[in-house]
C-alpha cells in the first residue's frame, strides 16, 4: 500500500523559512512526478510546485522565486524549501505522486495518484 508521509510543517514568523519533506513507499518512485498543493480555510487545493521524474520542475504563480521543489530518489523523497513566507501561505500542504506526470496534468489535483495527510504550516504577521 503506498503511503506519502509529509514532515517539516509548522508555525514561523514572516520572512522566515521552512523545509517541507515528503517520504513515498513507491517501489518505483523514480516512475513518478510529485507535487505540493496547499489548502487554506475555505478555499480550494492549489498548486504550488512540482518536479517531474526526469527533475523538471514547475511552479505556481504565487509561490514563484520564493519556494524550490527537489527531489532523492535514493531517499524516495522529494523537497519544498519556502523562503519569504508571508501570512498567505498559511495553509496545509499536501504531497502528491502521479506515475509519469506531466505538464498540463501536475498542475491539476484531480489527476494526482496518492496523497499525503498534510502538514500544516503558519506564517505569522
Known amino acids: 500500500q503506498v503511503q506519502l508521509v509529509e514532515s517539516g510543517g509548522g508555525l514561523v514568523q514572516a520572512g522566515g523559512s521552512l523545509r517541507l519533506s515528503c517520504t513515498a513507499s513507491?517501489?518505483?518512485?523514480?516512475?513518478?512526478?510529485m507535487g505540493w498543493f496547499r489548502q487554506g480555510p475555505g478555499k480550494e487545493r492549489e498548486f504550488v510546485a512540482a518536479?517531474?521524474?526526469?527533475?523538471?520542475?514547475y511552479y505556481g504563480d504565487s509561490v514563484k522565486g520564493r519556494v524550490t521543489i527537489s527531489r532523492d530518489n535514493a531517499k524516495k523523497t522529494v523537497y519544498l524549501q519556502m523562503n519569504s513566507l508571508k501570512p498567505e501561505d498559511t495553509a496545509v500542504y499536501y504531497c502528491?505522486?502521479?506515475?509519469?506526470?506531466?505538464?498540463?496534468?501536475?498542475?491539476?489535483?484531480?489527476?494526482?495518484?496518492?496523497w499525503g495527510q498534510g502538514a500544516q504550516v503558519t506564517v505569522s504577521s
Open positions: 518536479i517531474t521524474w526526469t527533475a523538471t520542475t
Open positions: 513507491i517501489r518505483t518512485f523514480d516512475e513518478y512526478a
Open positions: 502528491g505522486a502521479i506515475r509519469r506526470g506531466f505538464q498540463p496534468a501536475i498542475r491539476s489535483p484531480l489527476e494526482y495518484d496518492y
